[in-house]
């Protein structure tokens, strides 16, 4: 899912110096909300060490308690398995709206320099906030990508794209030129397709799911963000 996010792109600073070169990560959710599967992605990321931050986009808070039900405190948080629901979502809220919120939810981390990671509309999110950030360490896209500004440019930033194959929402003419853009900008790009897998293949509890595609996704990921850390060393 690629919204017309709009924000500025600015080129990357060198990398900050931090006391530990564990990369922290960002993970924004889909316009489904944050459902119980991006908190079971957060726990495997921290498991394997990383400081993982799920900011609910659709809660007042920018970002809920470490581990904790998005939104923090006793409240819901608002989730759907409908799309039809999920477009209505995003729509009440306002895609410049949900882009603010991502940028505020990022802002107090991302001085140590951040990886972003988001699924579905959370990858479009997370794409247009790392092109933003000269700090940023990494890019980790699942079921999305986002449109790229011409004058985009993110010299040597790695980046992931776990996409099905085919995916509805992402056709094969759409992924060539925004991999293609991605190259002009500067970012190492890596892009794994999975054959026969549903949109949001990762989340166990949609239709969608694809538990081979999503095993494989994980470890992938892992060994992604284990690169990350070791080029900070």
């Known amino acids: ?14 990398r900050p110096e931090s006391d530990s070169d564990v990369a922290d990560v960002i993970l924004f ?35 809920p308690g470490e581990g904790a039900p998005a939104g923090g405190g006793t409240a819901d948080p608002v ?17 410049e709206e949900l882009l603010r919120r ?32 000269g700090r940023a360490r990494g890019l980790l896209l699942l079921h999305g990508t986002a449109d790229l500004s ?24 759409w992924q060539t030129a925004w991999y293609l853009g991605m190259r002009r900008a ?14 949001l293949y990762t989340d166990p509890d949609l239709p969608d799911h694809d538990a081979e595609a999503a095993e494989r996704t994980v470890a992938i990921a892992l060994d992604f963000l284990a690169d990350v850390d070791a080029a900070g060393e």
């Open 150 to 173: 011409p004058d985009a440019s993110a010299p040597d930033l790695p980046a992931q794209l776990h996409i099905a194959d085919p995916d509805p929402f992402e056709p094969h003419d």
């Open 79 to 95: 989730v759907t398995d409908d799309p039809g629901k999920a477009a209505e979502l995003v729509e009440s809220v306002g895609r």
């Open 1 to 14: 899912m690629r919204p017309p996010v709009p924000g500025p792109v600015h080129a990357r600073s060198s």
């Open 29 to 63: 959710h889909s316009a489904m909300g944050p459902r119980p599967a991006v908190f079971a992605l957060a726990d495997r990321l921290r498991a394997a060490g990383h400081t993982v931050h799920v900011p609910d986009l659709y809660a007042a808070s920018d970002e």
């Open 186 to 199: 500067g970012v190492d790009i890596e892009v794994f397709r999975y054959p026969g897998a549903g949109h």
């Open 102 to 133: 991502a940028i505020a939810a990022a802002a107090p981390h991302s001085d140590r320099g951040l990886v972003y990671a988001g699924l579905s509309l959370g990858a479009s999110l997370a794409q247009t906030v790392a092109l933003g950030d």
